[in-house]
Structures are given as structure tokens and as C-alpha cells.
């Protein structure tokens, strides 16, 4: 048996090493989420928290379009959440400095 002759125009499978791309920013919206759960409307707030944890664990898994849709999605219920929780609490003011007695 002759041994096999190395065409140079073929790609060594010793050297090669791959391209590997640099995986996308993670983008789970952590800390407007956090900052959501200080909002007085705390079903809304749990929601967004969960997107945001699941955008994560996506992300460290690999699935970066799940993670980059998840964290999207946390970042919508987040913003919902913030205004929600302002119009609970101008209402409340309102109410309550309205109807005050003096």
C-alpha cells in the first residue's frame, strides 16, 4: 500500500482549528426587571422575571434566538409593568388626596 499523498489545495484536519463566531450579547434585561418588581402590580412583575431567567438559561444552553425572543419578551412585560404599577399609584393619589377631609 502507497502511502496517501496530501493534495495542497485540501484542508489539514491537524491544523484546523474552526472559526469559531463570538457568540451575540446577552441581552436579558435583568436589571429593568428588577427595578420592575418594585412596581405595586406583583403578577406582572413575576412574569417578567420569569422571561428574564428563562433568556438566560437560553443563552447559556446556546440557543441564542430563544434567548434573544425571551429576553424581549421580559423586556416588554417589564415596561408594561412600570406603567402599570405609575398609573396604580397616581390613581391611589388621586383617590386619596381628593377625597380627604379637612
Known amino acids: 500500500m502507497a502511502p496517501k499523498q496530501l493534495n495542497p489545495l485540501e484542508k489539514s484536519?491537524?491544523?484546523d482549528h474552526g472559526f469559531v463566531e463570538a457568540?451575540?450579547?446577552?441581552?436579558?434585561?435583568?436589571c429593568l426587571?428588577?427595578?420592575a418588581c418594585f412596581c405595586p402590580v406583583h403578577p406582572?412583575?413575576?412574569v417578567a422575571l420569569v422571561y428574564c431567567i428563562?433568556?438566560?438559561k437560553s443563552y447559556y444552553q446556546g440557543d441564542y434566538d430563544g434567548s434573544r425572543r425571551l429576553g424581549r419578551n421580559a423586556l416588554y412585560v417589564s415596561v408594561a409593568s412600570i406603567i402599570i404599577g405609575l398609573l396604580v399609584?397616581?390613581?391611589t393619589c388621586t383617590v386619596h388626596f381628593t377625597t380627604m377631609d379637612h
Not at 457568540?23 to 435583568?30: E, F, N, T, V
Open 13 to 15: 484536519s491537524v491544523f
Open 23 to 30: 457568540p451575540p450579547p446577552l441581552r436579558s434585561y435583568l
Open 33 to 35: 426587571t428588577v427595578l
Open 44 to 46: 406582572i412583575n413575576i
Open 54 to 56: 428563562m433568556s438566560r
Open 89 to 91: 399609584i397616581a390613581i
